[in-house]
């Protein structure tokens, strides 16, 4: 099948993008097309109007700046997966990235539209999660940051209005040298997650874990924080004794059951990938677990 009929604009700048989301009638965002262009296709989604914003001025890029990661909206899932301040200060990204479509659909997917898109397997949601990301959002009202614990309000759907896109996510990085590791289990290589996991641990200098942060994508409707495991890690050692408690927890999670998957199945694959994750994750520090 092909697309709907629909009218194509290209605005060059932010102003002109928020305007033209305000003034017409059924206008879906393009921000790389990986995901709506095929939607469209199949006529699961019709529009009347589509407002790419490739030629935005502004809405790309990676910047550091007060321990923070800002990445406009319209970066390539290529530009973050070869960035060496991701491979550096966010390497959980870099982990995921690598599980993240093929090499085709990450030179034109972006995280913007990936986190708009908001697939309940997808990989850059749950690393914003797992970081506590702010998500910045701009329309014709102005902008606005919503914390990621608020930006998921259910399937496949945000807090973006429909006048709004998203422009940039801010990431608070963990301190240099964390430990990170992202795990999924799917049928085919580049096929979304059945249930993905990633682990972030920062240890202190007795070795104790400072600080830990365990997400899973796939089980729900939007990633999830797993904080009952998160607090079994915390102040102890990072060992095979703590990984196994902390992936026992996991396997508590409230999972879906679908075509893909059951509830059971799903809660089994949160259990092993946590594991899994924490074991890349402590291998950071030259612990084996």
């Known amino acids: 099948m092909k697309a709907a009929p ?30 709506l262009v095929a939607m469209m296709n199949f006529r699961y989604v019709i529009a009347d109007h589509l407002v790419d914003l490739a030629r935005v001025e502004g809405l790309a890029g990676i910047k550091v700046a007060n321990g923070v990661m800002r990445i406009g909206a319209m970066t390539r899932q290529r530009e973050l997966e070869f960035s060496a301040d991701v491979e550096r200060l966010c390497p959980l990204m870099k982990a995921a990235l690598l599980n993240v479509g093929h090499r085709q659909t990450r030179n034109r997917g972006t995280i913007g539209g990936s986190l708009a898109h908001a697939d309940p397997a997808a990989e850059l949601p749950a690393v914003c999660a797992a970081h506590d990301a ?13 914390p990621f614990a608020d930006f998921s309000l259910g399937f496949m759907t945000t807090a973006v209005e429909p006048d709004e896109f998203i422009s940039a996510i801010e990431i608070p990085l963990w301190p240099e040298g964390h430990g990170a590791g992202f795990r999924e289990y799917a049928r085919r290589h580049g096929d979304f997650a059945i249930v993905g996991a990633a682990a972030l641990v920062a240890l202190g200098p007795d070795k104790a874990v400072q600080r830990a942060s365990l997400t899973l994508c796939g089980v729900g409707t939007g990633p999830v924080r797993l904080d009952e495991s998160e607090k079994l890690l915390t102040g102890r050692r990072l060992d095979r004794a703590a990984a196994i408690e902390a992936a026992k927890a996991a396997r508590t999670v409230e999972a ?13 694959l949160a259990g092993v990938l946590i594991f899994r994750a924490l074991r890349d994750a402590a291998a950071r520090f030259g612990i084996e677990i």
Request: glycine share 10%; net charge positive; hydrophobic share 40%.
């Open 134 to 146: 702010l998500i910045e959002i701009t329309g014709g009202r102005g902008t606005r940051k919503v």
């Open 6 to 35: 629909f009218t194509y604009h290209a605005p060059r700048s932010i102003d002109e993008a928020a305007g033209l989301l305000a003034s017409l009638e059924n206008a879906k965002v393009l921000a790389g097309g990986q995901s």
């Open 256 to 268: 879906m059951s679908d075509v893909h998957a059951t509830a059971d199945y799903r809660r089994h």
